[in-house]
């Protein structure tokens, strides 16, 4: 059975609100536009959990309400709050741009032919194998 989201319970197969915790919900929303950090906005609002826990709350539609959930959080809060998440994290510098086109790695081919030498020296007889290898870089058009 999936994970039923913080705020909801199940009762005769629907999802519907959980008075109190969707209450602590809200509060969550409030207290972390009010400018606290996820971990005290959580407390204050009486909700015990791991940070990632409490910032996936904060990015979770179905508070919007679907199909299935009711809605606790009205969308301009729920924007508001991510727009705060994305304004922190970049203050932050937990947000990296992208730095562009990403470079394609090479490939290549290896080709080597079959030793016809022995060498009773174990180290003589890799230097002997390794100069048969060779290689090939292979064009892959995105250079």
């Known amino acids: 059975m999936p994970h039923i989201p913080y705020g909801y319970k199940i009762e005769k197969g629907a999802a519907v609100i959980d008075q109190e915790a969707s209450a602590r919900v809200k509060e969550l ?3 972390y536009l009010s400018g606290l950090s996820l971990s005290n906005a959580a407390k204050e609002a009486g909700i015990k959990g791991y940070h990632s826990t409490i910032a996936k709350m904060l990015t979770n539609k179905r508070y919007l309400g679907d199909g299935y959930y009711p809605q ?4 301009g809060t ?6 705060e998440r994305l ?3 970049k203050m ?7 730095v562009g ?3 394609s790695l090479k490939k290549y081919s290896f080709s080597m032919e079959k ?9 003589k007889q890799a230097e002997y194998v390794y100069s048969l290898i060779e290689s ?8």
């Not at 932050?92 to 992208?98: A, C, D, K, S």
């Open 29 to 31: 929303y409030r207290i």
């Open 72 to 75: 606790i959080i009205d969308k």
């Open 78 to 83: 729920f924007e508001q709050a991510e727009a």
């Open 87 to 89: 304004r922190r994290a």
């Open 92 to 98: 932050l510098g937990r947000i990296r741009e992208g």
């Open 101 to 103: 086109k990403k470079k």
């Open 115 to 123: 030793p016809e030498q022995l060498y009773d020296d174990p180290f």
């Open 136 to 143: 090939e870089v292979i064009e892959d058009g995105n250079e």
